[in-house]
Every structure is written in C-alpha cells, then in structure tokens.
C-alpha cells in the first residue's frame, strides 16, 4: 500500500537527495517545471527525465531521455506521466534499484505501485512532494 502516514513521508522527504524526475517540462507554467524549480530550492538535485529534451540543460541540470541513460545514484523517481504511461518508468527504476518511487496527483496505477513495492521500493502515489514539504513543516535540506 502506498506510503500516506505523515511520519513515513517525512522520513522519505528528509532521506532523499536525488531526484530523477520524469515527464520534465521546458515551460515554465507546467506543474513539472514549477516543482522541479520548488525542489531545487529546497536542496534536492533534480534530474529532468523527457526523451524530447535530452542533451539539452533545465534548470542548470542536464536532460536524460530516460531513467537508465542517468549516471550514478538515484533516491527517488517522481513521475509527471498520465497513468498509462507510467509502467516502464516503474520498470526501469525497479531494475535500477531506487529506493522509492513517487507518482504525482492524479497519476494512479495501483498495480504498478504494488509490482515496485513487491520490488522492494516505498511507493507514494497521488500526491505532490511541493505540497507535502511545507504541510509536513520540512525545512529543505540545509544546502
């Protein structure tokens, strides 16, 4: 079951350092682009995921196509696709080993979140780390 008590999501907030984030927009008025930037200044490196933006740079931070083209760690994958879109996200961070995957408002595939909590990962899901940190009183990382 996905993570929804207050202290699981704060332990989750306050762990995490990199974030890939997938479905990255270049327009400033998308809700992917204004939590990127949230994210950011809160002292999280945010990693863009969108194959239409690769190699290019957002937000200081260089464009992937897709979650296996990153290098190095990744903490958590937060994902801005419709639903149905989700599935090889889940998969490639499964495979990657990342610890938690989170799946943004009204992004909802229970049996996606159920195979990457079987993998071994926390799963958020329908909810918006933007609104989460200051509901949960987090103060950003200190970077």
Avoid at 36 to 44: D, E, I, K, N, R
Wanted: glycine content about 10%; aromatic content about 4%.
């Amino acid at each position: 079951m996905p993570v929804q008590d207050p202290d699981q999501l704060r332990q989750l907030l306050e762990s995490t350092r990199t974030i890939a984030l997938v479905g990255a927009s270049d327009k400033p008025q998308r809700p992917s682009h204004d939590v990127m930037a949230f994210l950011q200044g809160q002292g999280y490196r945010v990693i863009p995921v969108n194959p239409r933006l690769a190699g290019q740079t957002l937000l200081g931070e260089t464009v992937y196509a897709t979650l296996t083209d990153i290098p190095g760690a990744i903490d958590l994958v937060d994902v801005f696709l419709a639903p149905a879109r989700t599935d090889p996200v889940i998969d490639r961070a499964i495979e990657r080993g990342v610890p938690a995957l989170w799946l943004q408002v009204g992004v909802i595939n229970e049996a996606g979140a159920e195979r990457a909590e079987r993998a071994g990962l926390t799963v958020v899901m329908d909810r918006c780390p933007k609104r989460e940190i200051p509901r949960l009183g987090i103060r950003g990382l200190g970077r």
